[in-house]
T-cell receptor, first 116, second 118 residues
Framework: KAGVTQTPRYLIKTRGQQVTLSCSPI?????VSWYQQTPGQGLQFLFEYFSETQRNKGNFPGRFSGRQFSNSRSEMNVSTLELGDSALYLCASSFHRTSGGTGELFFGEGSRLTVL | AQKVTQAQTEISVVEKEDVTLDCVYE???????LFWYKQPPSGELVFLIR??????QNEISGRYSWNFQKSTSSFNFTITASQVVDSAVYFC???????????????FGQGTRLTINP
């Protein structure tokens, strides 16, 4: 079964631009979450979507947004890019759980964003 | 607030040595979940184990074992007879039970870079 697919894998932008990253979850997975990984701050939760609804959001400015489509694919957008937004952005999908807390997350290889 | 601390930033050992990665967590919830993930150079995080706060039994999976001690808020990971292929960054993570039902959210430690030398 295909894993989590993220596109693009690498991209370079300049300050002030905006960027859209895409994530296709594992077939049958309806929850998609996003994480930012930087050397300084480590892995930080951005947001999670389930059935096209944002279910949880991390402590990031409003420049970071996301959405989920009816086929569970998700996109995240960062507007007005800053140098500090340079990071590896990881998407994870998981099978829907109605109880029992966070389950196993399956991660993609990430989209590495460089802001110049 | 929830927090995960991995005090060991980098560990380097020679192949076949045993190595333990430490993880200490903080949470006010009585129900919570602990995880370990491995991140190879390719970037994706690979799930290793999930533990809930009510299950303090240690677990062994091949050369991997995990020691969960609620009394010290620790969830340590040991690799026995390490191999070069074990070289990676390892992350400990926590998810609180008070999240919206079914919500998936992890708080990660800073990670431990493990290098196994031949």
């Amino acid at each position: 079964k295909a894993g989590v697919t993220q596109t693009p894998r690498y991209l370079i932008k300049t300050r002030g631009q905006q960027v859209t990253l895409s994530c296709s979850p594992i077939s049958g997975h309806r929850s998609v979450s996003w994480y930012q990984q930087t050397p300084g701050q480590g892995l930080q939760f951005l947001f999670e979507y389930f059935s096209e609804t944002q279910r949880n959001k991390g402590n990031f400015p409003g420049r970071f947004s996301g959405r989920q489509f009816s086929n569970s694919r998700s996109e995240m957008n960062v507007s007005t890019l800053e140098l500090g937004d340079s990071a590896l952005y990881l998407c994870a999908s998981s099978f829907h759980r109605t109880s029992g807390g966070t389950g196993e997350l399956f991660f993609g290889e990430g989209s590495r964003l460089t802001v110049l | 607030a929830q927090k995960v601390t991995q005090a060991q930033t980098e560990i380097s050992v020679v192949e076949k040595e045993d190595v333990t990665l430490d993880c200490v967590y903080e949470t006010r919830d009585t129900t919570y979940y602990l995880f370990w993930y491995k991140q190879p150079p390719s970037g994706e995080l690979v799930f290793l184990i999930r533990r809930n706060s009510f299950d303090e039994q240690n677990e062994i999976s091949g050369r991997y074992s995990w020691n969960f001690q609620k009394s010290t808020s620790s969830f340590n990971f040991t690799i026995t007879a390490s191999q070069v292929v074990d070289s990676a960054v390892y992350f400990c993570a926590l998810s609180e039970g008070s999240l919206i039902q079914g919500a998936q959210k992890l708080v990660f430690g800073q990670g431990t870079r493990l290098t196994i030398n031949p």
